[in-house]
């Protein structure tokens, strides 16, 4: 880095003279830990790079794609051959054809797909999907759960304790959200009852099937068995939206650990190896109701884009080669246990629900099962946490209600120091 580069502080006055907030992704700002965000020059590994010249060992892993660690040699390679042949086609190309072989190979339930370039297509699409295909307007989802920025489903999206249909962002007509009906996650009961109170009329039930994105909520044992038995008996369509645990929980994603089978599944995310690739796949009689070959129209200029496709078929294939799950569980296992330790001598109460590579850390006295019981956790002092394992050397990601990710580039030394740091953060509390 030559002296002259500009460090986090100056970029980020620049970015908050052109950008709102300074930031590409609301999250990125630092707002609800408070401080200024740094800015990342490189990453390699498990560690970043500041502007600043720091390095930092990352559990963000940009929020979930890069589980082989950043820039990872076999990905980059995938890349740098697929530039050679092109950037983009605006036709088929054969990376399509694999990259869908691959997916159909790793979630059985899936019997076609569609690629497009983001989480939040693949799953403004499958409702899109799941509508032409019943007939009807109506959705549940559930509070805490997020699934992209479009306008049906950012509805109680994992910030802020919301009523039935009330839109979370300024500009989603009310009218719009209410064809969303939200519940709370891990309540049977709430679901029967809103069948019971919109018969005939839910097209379709998506849920992310462990709860990523109000911090990490594993759905509570026989859960997820009663959503698919009354949504089959319902005739509403069953979403998985797997962006977040897809090929990270397990190979085939919560749907494999859990054995159930739903009618669509949304992919993003390690999907696309660190470039922006979505997908969205299930049952072929679904499936079809697509165009060309059905009535419900979905596009995109730079879907199966061979760039990122290249990308994602080379993560996939790692994954098949490097079997990591046992070994990314046994890391989330031992930070969890050093940070449980360090509360306990502290006497704090913590909550460390773990799953595979996904955790979060809520300082709550009482079990966390869906949003209402995540936004009682003491965000403050999860702020002080977060900004003593960041001097640390840690990132963490910066909100109370996030999970954290682990990759295989943590083993061995990074998450031996980790530990270190994230004890000595709540001894310091
Ligand atoms: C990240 C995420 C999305 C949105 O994906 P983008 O690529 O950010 O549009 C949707 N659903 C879940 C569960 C996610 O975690």
Redesign the pocket.
């Known amino acids: 880095m030559s002296s002259s580069a500009p460090v986090s502080s100056e970029l980020f006055a620049r970015a908050q003279r052109l950008i709102p907030g300074g930031v590409n992704s609301p999250v990125r700002a630092f707002r609800s830990v408070g401080g200024a965000p740094f800015f990342t020059r490189s990453a390699r590994g498990a560690t970043l790079t500041t502007a600043d010249g720091r390095e930092l060992i990352d559990f963000v892993c940009t ?2 794609p890069a589980i082989h660690g950043h820039n990872h040699p076999a990905i980059k390679a995938a890349i740098a051959a697929a530039l050679e042949e092109g950037t983009s086609f605006g036709t088929p190309n054969p990376r399509e054809v694999e990259m869908a072989e691959l997916i159909v190979s790793f979630f059985p339930s899936i019997q076609k797909v569609r690629m497009c370039s ?6 403004m699409s499958a409702i899109r999907l799941a509508r032409g295909f019943t007939g009807r307007d109506k959705i549940i989802k559930f509070a805490g ?5 479009s306008d049906a489903l950012l509805v109680s999206a994992g910030s802020g304790a919301l009523t039935h249909g009330h839109p979370d962002s300024a500009g989603v007509p009310a009218a719009f959200a209410r064809e969303t009906v939200v519940l709370p996650f891990n309540d049977p009961v709430a679901l029967d009852a809103a069948f019971a109170a919109n018969p005939g009329q839910i097209a379709a039930v998506i849920l ?1 099937p462990y709860i ?2 109000v911090g990490f909520i594993p759905a509570a044992p026989g859960y997820l068995k009663h959503v698919r038995a009354t949504t089959a008996r319902e005739g509403a369509v069953l979403i998985f ?5 897809g090929f990270r929980l397990a190979r085939g994603g919560v749907q494999e650990l859990e054995g159930i089978v739903p009618d669509l599944t ?1 992919l ?2 390690i999907i696309g190896g660190g470039l ?1 690739v ?1 997908a969205f796949g299930g049952r072929a009689e679904i499936m079809d109701k697509l165009a060309p070959l059905g009535p419900v129209y979905q596009a995109g200029t730079l879907s199966g884009n061979p760039l990122a496709l290249a990308a994602g078929i080379a993560q996939l294939r790692l994954l098949d080669e490097l079997q990591p799950y046992a070994r990314l569980d046994a890391l989330g296992r031992q930070l969890c246990a050093a940070a449980a330790n360090a509360a306990r001598v502290k006497g704090l109460p913590l909550q460390t629900p773990q799953k595979g590579s996904m955790f979060s850390l809520f300082f709550n006295e009482n079990p966390v099962v869906d949003m209402a019981t995540a936004l009682a956790s003491d965000a403050k002092l999860f702020g002080r946490f977060f900004h003593a394992c960041l001097d640390g050397g840690v990132y963490l990601p910066p909100s109370a209600y996030e999970a954290w990710f682990l990759s295989t580039a943590h083993e061995g030394d990074a998450i031996d120091r980790a530990c270190e740091v994230v004890a000595k953060a709540i001894h310091a509390l």
């Open positions: 929020w979930g983001s989480g939040t297509e693949a799953t759960c997020y699934h992209g920025h992310e990523g994105n939206d797997e962006v977040m645990t949304c993003g995310k922006p979505g």
